[in-house]
C-alpha cells in the first residue's frame, strides 16, 4: 500500500509467525468486519489492526497511508451514492436532493471496513513470503497446484504496480501530462490507455513462467517435496487465540453495548 505490498524480509514476531496462523487472522478480522457495519466496532477494529501491527511487526501508520490517502475519494463516493439511493431522514439537503443519514452512516461504515481489511492484508503481504503461502495452504489440505496460484498471485500484483508505475513514467517523459495531473478524468485517462500495454506485458510474462513451470516438472503427478518447511509453534497459537479474543469482545461490545452512532444498515 506504500507503493509495493512485496514481502519485505524482517524478525519480528509476524516475520517468524507460520502463515497458517496469519491466514487464521486474516478471516477472523474479515468475519468481524463484514458482519457489521456499526462504525464504532469498526473504528475499534481499525485501531486494533493498526497497533497490532506497529507492536508485532513493525509497521508503523506511515507506510501505508499514501494508500489509505488515495482511498478516501472511493469513500466518498461510495457514502454520496449510498446517501442518494437509501431512504430514511435526510442529513442535509444541497440543491434540493436531500441526502439520506442512513446512507451517509452505511457509507462510512463500509469505508471503515475497506480502511480495516486493506490494512490486514498490507500487513499479511509484507510479513509473509509467497512461498510460505503456498507451503501453508497446501499443508491445509489446498492441492498445490492452487496454492502456488494463490503465492504466485502475492507475487504478480505487485509486480504490476511497479509496471504501472513505469508505464506512467514513460508517458510522462514522452511529454504527457495527464500521467501528472492531478485532476481525476485526466489521470483516469492516462490510466486507460495504459492497460494495453499493461495486458499485453502480463500476457507475455505468465506465458514465459507457464514454460519455465512446465520444464521443471511442476506439471508431474505424484508427491512434492518442499525445500522450506514450517511448524506451528505454541507463539502461533497465542496469535490465533489472541485474535479471537479480540473478535469475541468487538461481537460483544456490538451486542452488548449500545451504538455511539446509529448503525447504517
Known amino acids: 500500500m506504500s507503493g509495493t505490498m512485496l514481502y519485505q524480509p ?11 496462523a496469519k491466514i ?13 457495519t456499526r462504525i464504532d466496532v469498526l473504528v475499534a477494529l481499525t485501531a486494533a489492526v493498526v497497533l ?6 513493525r509497521i508503523t501508520p506511515a507506510s501505508y497511508a499514501k494508500a489509505l490517502f488515495l482511498i478516501v475519494p472511493l469513500i466518498l463516493l461510495l457514502t454520496l451514492l449510498q446517501a442518494l439511493v437509501q431512504g430514511g431522514p435526510a442529513i ?17 461504515g463500509i469505508g471503515m ?51 504501472a508505475r513505469t508505464l506512467l513514467t514513460a508517458m510522462a517523459v ?19 490507455r495504459m492497460l494495453f500495454p499493461m495486458l499485453a506485458g502480463s500476457m507475455k510474462r505468465s506465458g514465459e513462467i507457464a514454460l519455465s513451470m512446465e520444464l521443471r516438472g511442476y506439471s508431474l503427478s505424484g508427491p512434492r517435496t518442499f525445500y522450506r518447511a ?25 451486542w452488548q453495548l449500545p451504538a455511539l452512532i446509529a448503525e447504517g444498515a
Open 24 to 36: 487464521a487472522a486474516i478471516i477472523v478480522v474479515l468475519v468481524v468486519a463484514l458482519t457489521t
Open 113 to 163: 471496513r475497506l480502511f480495516a481489511m486493506g490494512i490486514c492484508f498490507y500487513g499479511f503481504s509484507v510479513t509473509t513470503s509467497p512461498s510460505d503461502i503456498a507451503l501453508a495452504l497446501h499443508k491445509v489440505g489446498v492441492p498445490y497446484k492452487f496454492a502456488y496460484l494463490t503465492s504466485f498471485a502475492f507475487r504478480f500484483l505487485p509486480l504490476l504496480q511497479d509496471e
Open 10 to 20: 524482517g524478525e519480528t514476531f509476524l516475520h517468524r509467525a507460520d502463515a497458517r
Open 174 to 192: 514522452r511529454g504527457s501530462a495527464e500521467s501528472s495531473s492531478r485532476h481525476p478524468l485526466r489521470r483516469g485517462r492516462a490510466i486507460v
Open 92 to 108: 442535509a439537503t444541497i440543491g434540493g436532493v436531500s441526502l439520506s443519514k442512513e446512507g451517509v452512516l452505511l457509507g462510512l
Open 52 to 57: 497490532g501491527l506497529a507492536v508485532l511487526a
Open 230 to 254: 514450517s511448524s506451528f509453534r505454541a507463539s502461533d497459537a497465542f496469535l490465533v487465540i489472541g485474535v479471537l479474543v479480540l473478535a469475541a469482545a468487538l461481537f460483544a461490545m456490538r
